[in-house]
């Protein structure tokens, strides 16, 4: 069985969970036995479990392989990862992520804005067309053009037309906006706070968060533009901010997923891992040694010593330029949950058996944070003279980034002290801000891609054509087989190397 097999199977056992216990889950009061006519309190929860999940998927590891986060370095038999990472993707590995964000995710985003709209719940749709604007975000940055105008509609039109992605883009703001509306509407049968696992808790508390992400992930869309057309990027963020509109205030406003330390209920990220493509899936050394050079607090959170015992502690990163081996730093806590200290044993090289620990999978998927929002807003007002100081918001960044990763205090003050301040030319504040950003948003799906894609950093070497597919970095996805051959519209594409409307950095 492949990876996107597996991933597909969890996706469909965290769906059969949720509606076959969502009374004792989500105490929702809907038969959950009725699929012919589902309630929007039973399938908001299906979409957000789906959106952790895509957070954790084959899209994350794609991007992150790409963008040298992780290493499919390996002694296993299987290579899937290896491949992935020397730009080996291909149409049929697609196919499960394809059909995961289309065929579930937005199909059941769609019913949820129709029914809500239906039946008095529009606070449900206002939700659902906000969730619709993030999903088709990543959608468009990992293929460009995409179906939209044509989407969604089943039985009514099973080949529809593959829209331009900046008509896509463009439509997203007046989602998100329509999202806002239908969210402030003074009425609304249900509430979506308990139903669902993305801001769970009273609608008073939990509608302001969905405010804040909406307008924080237009400021993300905007930002997007910064090459392509840095004087609306510039104009449309001066706007957003100047009028007044709520942002992220606290790492407590992350549009994220816990998990939960059950069977089928544990991140995707430790489950993959953890299973068949165990010693697969390690830390790159890019991203290890940017932090290692820095001595980064974060690395306890994010990784394992490597040798184990090491004092002061070490860590080491994967690369598929490698010989086979997994004598390296593995995953930690920050994305695979609690760990629990077993009998460790470490082997002669210096990495640790199997089972040496042994982690919950009860970790936070995060898919747009309060950090990441400070770095937005760093880079506009150094690169496109939008409100707000940027160094100012660059610090903000670095300090919600440590809390994400549960470091505080001396050791957070302390390195703000070392590296903590833009110098230099704007290009190399810029360079500062994305290499912070890129260390922060390590396991946010798609993003350090496309920040790479946008401006160059952080300055990674592409990887030799003796092991790589191609002698540069991939700009996009290939089209998964599954629609090639069944929709007629589907564009043709060969390679990885086609771009997304706002890449036109040389």
Known sequence: ????????????????????????????????????????????????????????????????????????????????????????????????QWSAIFATTLADISRIITKGEETGNL???????????????????????????????????????????????????????????????????????????????????????????????????????????????????????????????????????????????????????????????????????????????????????????????????????DNASVAYSRLNTFLKGDATIQNVTVNSDGSITDNSIVWAGNSTIRLLTFAEYNFIRAEAALILNAPGNAQTFFEAGIRASMADAGISGAEVDSYIAANGTLTGTSSQQLEQIINEKYVANFGVVMEPWTDWRRTGFPAITPLPISIAVYDQIPRSLIYPLSESSSNPNTPARSDLLQRVFWDTRP
């Open 123 to 321: 606070h449900y749709s206002g939700v659902a067309r906000i969730l619709k604007a993030y999903v088709y975000q990543l959608a468009v940055d990992a293929w460009g053009d995409v179906p939209y105008s044509e989407a969604l509609k089943f039985s009514e039109n099973l080949y529809p037309k593959y829209d331009n992605d900046e008509d896509i883009y463009k439509d997203l703001i007046t989602t998100i906006d329509q999202g806002i509306a239908d969210i402030n509407a003074p009425t609304s049968v249900l509430e979506p706070d308990k139903n669902t696992t993305i801001y769970v808790g009273t609608w008073a508390t939990t509608k302001t968060n969905w405010i804040k992400f909406a307008n924080t992930l237009k400021l993300r869309i905007f930002l997007h533009y910064s090459q392509k057309d840095p004087a609306f990027a510039s104009s449309q963020i001066t706007t957003l901010v100047n009028s007044g509109a709520l942002f992220m205030e606290s790492p407590a406003d992350n549009f994220q997923m816990k998990f939960l330390a059950e069977s089928g209920r544990q991140t995707p990220i430790n489950s993959i891992e953890g299973g068949q493509f165990r010693n697969a899936f390690f830390p790159n050394r890019t991203i290890v040694n940017m932090m290692n050079a820095k001595d980064d607090p974060r690395r306890s959170s994010y990784y394992v010593p490597f040798p184990y015992n090491s004092t002061p502690k070490t860590y080491k990163g994967a690369s598929v330029l």
């Open 1 to 96: 069985m492949n990876v996107k097999k597996i991933f597909i199977s969890m996706v469909v056992l965290a769906i059969g969970l949720n509606v076959q216990s969502c009374k004792k889950f989500y105490d929702v009061n809907d038969d959950p036995n009725n699929v012919t006519d589902v309630s929007v309190a039973q399938l908001l929860p299906n979409v957000t479990v789906n959106i952790g999940y895509l957070g954790g998927s084959d899209l994350f590891r794609y991007s992150g392989l790409i963008m040298q986060q992780f290493s499919g370095q390996t002694t296993n038999t299987s290579q899937t990862f290896k491949e992935y990472e020397r730009y080996s993707i291909n149409n049929s590995d697609v196919n499960g």
